[in-house]
């Protein structure tokens, strides 16, 4: 059983510069401003309509930070019994979803951008798709 909860989220804010060259934002791994996860595996979503979602999953054992660098999202994550919605919508805020967690991100904005970094690398098995798997997960009865 998992006993991770929506409590174990943490919002990450990022360094940035701007400036008449434009806006620079730094992602490091370490530090009390980083990721706090050692980087495994690095993608993006783009292209995604307004209102599309992405992920409406949990990970078994993978820590992923998800960075919104343009547009906004709506993360929904719950851990089984409950839940919250964080919104992003700045290159200088992220949020750590570590594993046991069931997230779903609703792109709102147009041309919207996400980074997700990852503290392991693919791997299908790592992945729960089916709530009922995830509840029993989770040690939730349905």
Request: hydrophobic content about 35%.
């Amino acid at each position: 059983m998992n006993r991770t909860t929506i409590a174990s989220l943490v919002n990450i804010r990022f360094q940035q510069q701007e400036g008449k060259e434009g806006s620079l934002t730094v992602i490091p791994d370490e530090g009390p401003k980083g990721l706090g996860i050692p980087i495994r595996r690095v993608f993006t979503i783009t292209n995604v309509p307004v209102g599309g979602i992405r992920g409406d999953h949990a990970h078994r054992d993978c820590t992923q930070v998800v960075v919104c660098l343009r547009g906004r999202v709506s993360i929904d994550v719950d851990d089984a019994r409950d839940s919250i919605t964080v919104v992003l919508e700045s290159a200088g805020e992220g949020l750590s979803i570590p594993p046991g967690l069931w997230n779903k991100l609703t792109l709102e904005g147009p041309d919207t951008v996400l980074a997700v970094f990852c503290d392991q690398p693919y791997a299908e098995s790592d992945y729960l798709r089916d709530r009922r798997e995830f509840e029993a997960f989770k040690g939730v009865r349905s």
